[in-house]
């Protein structure tokens, strides 16, 4: 029997951004009612330390991760606006 996984949810693309360049777990990402875009990550205590890091100023990451969440982030967007 598994346990249900502990959610973060957020539609800010900064913090999904460092939350993915931190390599952390992206389960996935949905329209909310409004039709904003949100990311689900799966909660977890190094996820709580980055989003902690992220808004004290104290996050320091590799360029080349930021670069390559906000692709990823970005591609998700596009998707999620041709779908309506």
Do not use: C
């Not at 999904?16 to 990311?39: F, R, V, Y």
């Amino acid at each position: 029997m598994t346990t249900p996984t502990e959610e973060y949810i957020t539609s800010d693309y900064y913090i999904s951004t460092a939350l993915l360049a931190s390599n952390e777990n992206l389960i996935g990402h949905k329209k909310d009612e409004t039709g904003k875009l949100i990311w689900i990550f799966e909660e977890r205590e190094s996820l709580t330390v980055v989003v902690q890091n992220y808004y004290n100023g104290n996050l320091v990451l590799p360029l080349s991760d930021v670069f390559q969440a906000q692709r990823l982030l970005k591609n998700q967007i596009k998707q999620s606006k041709s779908l309506t």
